[in-house]
T-cell receptor, first 111, second 114 residues
Framework: KQEVTQIPAALSVPEGENLVLNCSFTDSAIYNLQWFRQDPGKGLTSLLLIQSSQREQTSGRLNASLDKSSGRSTLYIAASQPGDSATYLCAPRLNTDKLIFGTGTRLQVFP | EAGVVQSPRYKIIEKKQPVAFWCNPISGHNTLYWYLQNLGQGPELLIRYENEEAVDDSQLPKDRFSAERLKGVDSTLKIQPAELGDSAVYLC????????????FGPGTRLTVL
């Protein structure tokens, strides 16, 4: 059974810092992995999708890396801003097309 | 491009009452998903449709939950009768093989059972 762990569970930082959010998963037989953000009371917004054959994917200030063999993915957020405050969820997708979610990292960026 | 649409956004009912949630996926997305999200947890898959066929409903509590996707577009998720433990957010998502099955989520329906 795929289990997904996200560390840290919560993070509070001043704006401008570069951040690292970690995700580990137990079953490395994944098809791809998505990172999402979720604002309070809202649905999930897809940030990045990284294929199992890729090492990293970038979108603006966000960069996701994937080490499939070791069951790890990392989301880097450069020059954090208060608007980045949200919960970040990682979800590896199994070959059965099922996303398995972690419990997320709650990020607060203060001015 | 319009995103995934869900209604209602909020629903408050008394236990033992029925409730239904509606989802309209992104146009052209053949795969539709219903997820359940409890407070402080990640979403958990309830059911997945490929067009009008339910291909994974192993996590759907079939004694009280049902779903349909007639004509392979809109979908409805129903609970009858609702229990206190069903209070949660119900999320709908859709995807297309043309974009590596990247999943896009709707805003969710927050259900409160009293």
């Amino acid at each position: 059974k795929q289990e997904v762990t996200q560390i840290p569970a919560a993070l509070s930082v001043p704006e401008g810092e570069n951040l690292v959010l970690n995700c580990s998963f137990t079953d490395s037989a994944i098809y791809n992995l998505q990172w999402f953000r979720q604002d309070p009371g809202k649905g999930l917004t897809s940030l990045l999708l990284i294929q199992s054959s890729q090492r990293e994917q970038t979108s603006g200030r966000l960069n996701a890396s994937l080490d499939k063999s070791s069951g790890r993915s990392t989301l880097y957020i450069a020059a954090s801003q208060p608007g980045d405050s949200a919960t970040y969820l990682c979800a590896p997708r199994l070959n059965t097309d099922k996303l398995i979610f972690g419990t997320g990292t709650r990020l607060q960026v203060f001015p | 491009e319009a995103g995934v649409v869900q209604s209602p956004r909020y629903k408050i009912i008394e236990k033992k009452q029925p409730v239904a949630f509606w989802c309209n996926p992104i146009s052209g997305h053949n795969t539709l998903y219903w997820y359940l999200q409890n407070l402080g947890q990640g979403p958990e898959l309830l059911i997945r449709y490929e067009n009008e066929e339910a291909v994974d409903d192993s996590q759907l509590p079939k004694d009280r939950f049902s779903a349909e996707r007639l004509k392979g577009v809109d979908s409805t998720l129903k609970i009858q009768p609702a229990e206190l433990g069903d209070s949660a957010v119900y999320l709908c998502a859709s995807s297309s093989r043309d974009s590596y099955n990247e999943q896009f989520f709707g805003p969710g329906t927050r259900l409160t059972v009293l």
